[in-house]
């Protein structure tokens, strides 16, 4: 059984600092693609960043230059490290594993980052 769990969200004033971990089991993680993306209310969910199996980590605009996805192999983790926060960086941020070779998609349950003076 997949599970895939999301923390590190909170409250910090703009121009701080958070990092989200996802952990996941259940996958092989050497095949697995690992993203973040986020909800802000009233708005679609959107990508933020992804490690892909192979290849380069990609970031959505807004986040380019203070964010970064890391991958910790030996603990099936993930995390999204965020600096320069600011108050549209405001979500629910969810962790997503795409598994090959069918590209399986599984989710985490969110979790809420708030960035506010």
């Known amino acids: 059984q997949v599970q895939v769990v999301e923390s590190g969200g909170g409250l910090v004033q703009p121009g701080g600092s958070l990092r989200l971990s996802c952990a996941a089991s259940?996958?092989?993680?050497?095949?697995?693609?690992m993203g973040w993306y986020r909800q802000a209310p009233g708005q679609q969910r959107e990508l933020v960043a992804v490690s892909p199996v192979a290849g380069s980590t990609n970031y959505a605009d807004s986040v380019k230059g203070r964010f970064t996805i890391t991958r910790d192999s030996a603990k099936n983790t993930v995390y999204l490290q965020m600096n320069m926060l600011k108050t549209e960086d405001t979500a629910v941020y969810y962790c997503n594993v795409r598994t090959l070779p069918l590209g399986t998609a599984y989710w985490g349950q969110g979790t809420q980052v708030t960035v506010s003076s």
């Open positions: 259940g996958i092989i993680f050497s095949r697995s693609a």
